[in-house]
């Protein structure tokens, strides 16, 4: 079966560090991947989204950037940190494109507080 | 462009009661649409899906969404509320970018309150 995991699962920065946040899924190849942001009460932004090794697409402008080294690694970066960062940011996976039905399975989250 | 609207942030009900959590979509092609449910501090769980077929659809836990095409609505129901679904509830719509890709697009959430 299919398992998806996120780390660190809380992290407490201070405002202009750097940040990486890593998504790893196993049991399954050439996933979709994908970033949300959570803000309270805004529901769920998408941040990047992936279709496969190096190919990152970006939804909104900001401060933050993705990578993805790996078939089934997705990193969450940034170089400064700004208190705008703060949320509770969500990895998730989907079958590749291509099927009909884009259910997306969601990792654990990590919960940012940039101070 | 594909969006989704859930009216009401909130919604309160007693254990045992009708839950009933709204959600409207705007799409230009026939939707897929999606109910996810997180608990606090954890990612979201599929409850249920649409795609074609069947417009009544069943998921876990005792939920399930009835497609209306007419209305343009998924609303979410379960006929006898329990303190463990207490929750929140996301509803979603497949949308597709110019690229062929598809991606959901997500309401901003239905907070479910159940009081003893």
């Known amino acids: 079966s299919q398992t998806i995991h996120q780390w660190p699962a809380t992290l407490v920065q201070p405002v202009g560090s750097p940040l990486s946040l890593e998504c790893t899924v196993e049991?399954?190849?050439?996933?979709?991947l994908y970033w949300y942001r959570q803000a309270a009460g805004r529901g769920l932004q998408l941040l990047f989204y992936?279709?496969?090794?190096?190919?990152i697409s970006s939804e909104v402008p900001q401060n933050l950037s993705a990578s993805r080294p790996q078939d089934r690694q997705f990193i969450l970066s940034s170089k400064k940190l700004l208190l705008s960062d703060s949320g509770f940011y969500l990895c998730?996976?989907?079958?590749?494109?291509?099927?009909?039905?884009?259910?997306?399975?969601f990792g654990p989250g990590t919960r940012l507080t940039v101070l | 462009a594909q969006s989704v609207t859930q009216l009401g942030s909130h919604v309160s009900v007693s254990e045992g009661a009708l839950v009933l959590l709204r959600c409207n979509y705007s799409?230009?092609?026939?939707?897929?649409l999606f109910w996810y449910v997180q608990y606090p501090n954890q990612g979201l769980q599929l409850l249920l899906k649409?795609?074609?077929?069947?417009?009544l659809v069943k998921g876990i836990n005792g939920f399930e969404a009835e497609f209306k095409k007419s209305e343009t609505s998924f609303h979410l129901t379960k006929p006898s509320a329990h303190m463990s679904d207490a929750a929140e509830y996301f509803c979603?719509?497949?949308?597709?970018?110019?690229?062929?890709?598809?991606?959901?697009?997500f309401g901003t959430g239905t907070r479910l309150l159940v009081s003893p």
């Open positions: 998730a996976w989907s079958s590749p494109s291509g099927r009909a039905i884009n259910e997306q399975f």
């Open positions: 049991g399954t190849s050439n996933p979709n």
């Open positions: 992936s279709v496969g090794i190096g190919q």
């Open positions: 799409s230009s092609v026939p939707p897929y």
């Open positions: 649409y795609t074609t077929g069947a417009t």
């Open positions: 979603a719509v497949s949308a597709i970018k110019n690229t062929g890709f598809q991606k959901l697009v």
